[in-house]
């Protein structure tokens, strides 16, 4: 029998800890996203509903088909910068007439929806999500186009949001705008290079340079209607492919777009009955400790995130720290590799690169669930070669061809984050739970060795060391380190794809697997079988 029976005791004081650590860490999460969902404030919101305008979220939601999941990408954008929370543009993927679809959509309530360079990094990282899984992109766009003050950051690599389009529509991903309001200067690019434009009636205005810029230029009168309004742009320039008489309207058409897109799945969504796994996902808030230094049981999280709690472990007795071992989460089928007791030996980096040889033979995408401090040190490991055996899992990870999914659930710190794919390992999506930390290594850890090495150096030098301001130094340093390796401070910099309650873990992947499925995969082939490590 492979599956799993659940050790959890849900009346223990542990456990108890554990969940009332991780709702605070939630309730604090929810004020965070409150922020990003507040877009410019009370003030610009009610200006933007007196307009008779849709705010960004409510237009996604009329687009989505009915009862049908948004999964938000990136919510925490620009956290601890000087913009504001969410970067002014809400993306995510959602289903539009039964397809998967990406979706981008300014926030006009932010500086007019103007694009801040986190703006940027947001709008890349979607679009990367988009082309590597092949989704359609719906623009939702009402922008008055960069944030002028802080042009120096947007205007370079700005340009290749007009190239990511363009390359989308060449390889065969449909890209459709809906222009609700503003769409100007290069923004006026975003409809231009997409294959199908919707614009609203009296609303849109979409042009290079609006009348008082024509006006500087040129001398030339000009009014926003004869010069980009949605009625000149449908009768006369031929930019608008629609022309809509209102928001409601403008999003009916996008719909009927892709409707009429003749779009189809690499894959077909699995068929048949899932089994819901046998233990409560509520119970997931009580397993990873509010210290990371105590090690959980991973098979306990597994256990309530794949179908029927199913987990067929490989080598379980061997690199016990690391689990390994097959399931399947809402039909589809995965390889998982889950960080028992924190720290990566030889034994668990050779297991790691064999299972990922696996999966690559079986076409398997992975699955890696993060909770580690870093591969071994200290004499006796380096000497049993520590640095060849994690250099072999992190070549195994980094040359693995079958899609990736990572999600941080306690610790991932110095190397052992790269070898479980972390971010600069291009996971398909990377999410992480409000308990996750992640750095070159522990606050404590770093700061001291940094003593260490001051202490050293005085030694070296025959001087007196101040221990006192040691003290200071490290007591400094642990909390900057503390404070930088927070998921809030994380997500701001938009090293995950966002922070999760952890029981929408499977849910969450569930959508990801099937978004997943839109676009063709192999597995490595190097001619070789797989070594047994």
Not at 367 to 394: D, P, S
Request: charged content about 20%.
């Amino acid at each position: 029998m492979t599956v799993l029976a659940s050790a959890l005791d849900t009346s223990a004081t542990d456990y108890t800890a554990n969940r009332e650590a991780m709702l605070g860490k939630l309730d604090e999460l929810q004020q965070e996203h409150a922020k990003a969902l507040a877009g410019g404030g009370d003030k610009y919101v009610d200006r933007h509903r007196k307009r008779g305008k849709l705010l960004a979220r409510e237009r996604i939601e009329l687009l989505l088909d009915p009862d049908t999941p948004f999964l938000e990408l990136s919510p925490l954008a620009a956290w601890g910068s000087d913009y504001p929370v969410g970067a002014s543009m809400v993306t995510g993927i959602g289903v539009v007439e039964g397809v998967e679809c990406l979706i981008t959509a300014n926030d006009p309530t932010v500086r007019g929806g103007a694009s801040n360079p986190w703006t940027l990094k947001k709008a890349f990282r979607a679009h990367e999500i988009g082309s590597a899984n092949r989704l359609p992109s719906i623009h939702l766009v009402e922008s008055g186009g960069a944030d002028l003050p802080s042009q120096k950051e947007i205007f370079i690599p700005g340009g290749a949001l007009f190239k990511h389009l363009t390359q989308s529509s060449a390889a065969g991903i449909p890209t459709v705008a809906v222009v609700f309001g503003n769409s100007t200067a290069g923004g006026a690019y975003v409809p231009g290079m997409c294959d199908h434009v919707i614009m609203v009636k009296e609303r849109a205005k979409v042009f290079l340079g609006g009348p008082p810029l024509v006006k500087m230029a040129t001398g030339e009168e000009s009014d926003d209607e004869s010069l980009g309004g949605a009625e000149m742009h449908a009768r006369t320039s031929g930019l608008a492919d629609y022309f809509a008489v209102d928001e409601p309207d403008a999003l009916r058409q996008a719909r009927s777009v892709v409707r009429r897109l003749n779009w189809r799945k690499a894959y077909p969504n699995p068929s048949g009955p899932v089994a819901s796994p046998k233990y409560d996902e509520d119970e997931l808030l009580g397993i990873v400790p509010g210290d990371l230094k105590i090690p959980f049981d991973p098979r306990e999280v597994i256990a309530r995130v794949v179908d029927g709690s199913d987990f067929d472990e490989f080598k379980p007795l061997y690199g016990a720290s690391l689990a390994t071992g097959w399931a399947e989460l809402h039909g589809y089928p995965i390889g998982v590799l889950a960080n028992a007791q924190g720290v990566l030996f030889s034994e668990e980096s050779q297991k790691a690169a064999q299972f990922i040889q696996l999966a690559n033979q079986r076409d398997i995408p992975l699955l890696f669930l993060h909770n580690t401090t870093g591969y071994m040190v200290g004499k006796e490991y380096e000497q049993g070669g520590i640095i060849k055996h994690g250099a072999m899992m992190i070549n195994a990870v980094s040359n693995s061809k079958v899609p990736h999914l990572s999600v941080l659930m306690g610790a991932s710190y110095g190397a052992g984050h790269y070898g479980m794919c972390g971010r600069a390992y291009d996971p398909r999506f990377l999410f992480a739970w409000p308990s996750a930390k992640s750095a070159v290594m522990g606050p404590q850890q770093l700061a001291g060795v940094l003593s260490i090495v001051a202490r050293a150096s005085a030694q070296a030098k025959g001087q007196p060391y101040d221990e006192e301001a040691d003290a200071g130094l490290r007591a400094m340093v642990e909390q900057q380190i503390e404070a930088e390796s927070l998921p809030a401070f994380l997500s701001g910099r938009l090293y995950d794809d966002g922070v999760i309650d952890p029981r929408d873990t499977r849910t969450v992947l569930g959508l990801c697997l099937s978004v997943i499925h839109n676009a063709p995969y192999a597995g490595v082939r190097d001619g070789f079988g797989v070594f047994r490590m």
